[in-house]
């Protein structure tokens, strides 16, 4: 079996038309939490091409920010409100 990787990512993105394609993107990887907050359960080859994908929708000299938190062994989260449904990789790219 191929291995997992449970990811969180949050973004900051200042130019509209960036944010909305950033957001599309992981829509196609994970499900949003928030509004600048996405999680995914994928495998280590998907988890990689996102990682490379990423650079191409922000502006480093800018005030646009994104981060990936690997979350490692079973990671445990705690949340309040509305719940997203998840659903196992699905892959839309």
Known sequence: ???????????????????????????????????????AMLSEKNYYKLIDQIPAYIDRNGEDSVRVYKITGKGKVKSWGIEPVSEEEIILV
């Open 1 to 39: 079996t191929e291995k997992k990787v449970y990811i969180l990512v949050i973004y900051d993105i200042v130019n509209n038309k960036c944010r909305t394609d950033f957001a599309k993107k992981m829509n196609g990887y994970g499900f949003r939490v928030q509004k600048s907050a996405f999680e």
